[in-house]
């Protein structure tokens, strides 16, 4: 393989909606990093706040338009970027200094997306730190769920233009749509090391599981399973179904909410087979545990 030419023109593009607490430190890390970016964008989705004159006073280049959902606000930014990579992060989120020195180093010619690994964070302290799925693993996930954090991502704007960009009807789940399309552009590298910090927080649409269930299923029929027919296809939309209920289930579950069990439940009825993400038969056990053991609470002090 080829390596490209390291003179590579980064845009970094930020969507922001009511962010003026978060872009402080968010935009701190972003001017930290040891390689440079071109330039720093970010698109204020009619804020009610302070947003945009916080993002110009700290050096970024502001674009606003009219609220219009965080698909078409990144859409809107990297149309006005003049970089030949864009590098994805969200106003609540932040990177160490060398992710984007790193991420660089692993472009090649037929590179369309570079990853990292995340620590998850909240107001209290690091929950946890993943690295980052090996490519090639990723490739196989990324029909059933999403491995890829959005704001560890630099992408080729080439590739992202060629397949029309982010879904504006989508509020969520338009980066796993955006990744699986992807494929077929080319080629996916990752920095196994957690490089990016992803910010969980009461009222965030990583924290509803409803939300994000509802969301996958908007895009399992139109670009997960679009290139599938007939058994095949069915019996796909089963299997992306039961790992999501799974995954709505465990986001309940780390924030304390109502329907862990009912997720897990569904999640076993969606795809019984005990071959297929087995792992889900232990969620489901943990969360009967769980369920028992409130219920004996509230039964014990009435």
């Known amino acids: 393989m080829t390596t490209v030419d390291s003179d590579i023109r980064i845009s970094v593009v930020i969507p922001a909606y009511n ?27 009619g804020s009610t706040d302070n947003t945009a004159a916080v993002a110009a006073e700290l050096g970024a280049r502001v674009l606003s338009q ?14 006005n970027a003049s970089g030949d990579w864009i590098a994805l992060l969200d106003a609540d989120d932040l990177w160490t200094p060398k992710k984007l020195e790193r991420q660089v180093a692993l472009i090649r010619t037929e590179t369309v997306l570079v990853y990292t690994g995340v620590r998850i964070f909240d107001d209290q302290d690091i929950r946890s730190e993943q690295l980052a799925v090996d490519p090639a693993a990723a490739r196989k996930m990324l029909r059933y769920c999403n491995p890829i954090t959005l704001s560890s991502v630099i992408l080729r704007r080439e590739a992202f233009v060629k397949i029309g960009g982010f879904r504006n009807s989508l509020d969520a789940c338009e980066d796993w749509g955006l990744w699986f399309r992807l494929l077929l552009l080319g080629q996916f590298e990752a920095v196994p090391d957690p490089l990016t910090d992803y910010y969980v927080y009461t009222g965030s649409l ?12 908007t895009i399992i029929d139109a670009t997960l399973t679009a290139d599938l027919r007939g058994f095949q296809r069915w019996a796909w939309k089963r299997r992306i179904l039961a790992v999501q209920l799974l995954s709505a289930g465990l986001i309940a579950r780390d924030n304390r909410l109502k329907g862990e069990l009912r997720y897990m439940f569904q999640s076993l009825c969606a795809w019984p087979s005990p071959f297929w993400q087995p792992r889900r038969f232990a969620a489901f056990a943990v ?11 509230v039964y014990g002090r009435s």
């Open 19 to 45: 962010a003026e607490r978060f872009l402080p430190r968010c935009l701190k890390s972003v001017f930290a990093q040891t390689l440079k970016p071109e330039e720093v964008i970010v698109v204020d989705d």
């Open 66 to 79: 009219t609220n219009s959902g965080v698909a078409a606000t990144r859409n809107l930014g990297i149309q």
């Open 206 to 217: 990583s924290t509803n599981p409803e939300k994000m269930l509802q969301a996958a299923k």
């Open 287 to 297: 969360s009967a545990i769980n369920s028992f053991r409130r219920r004996k609470e």
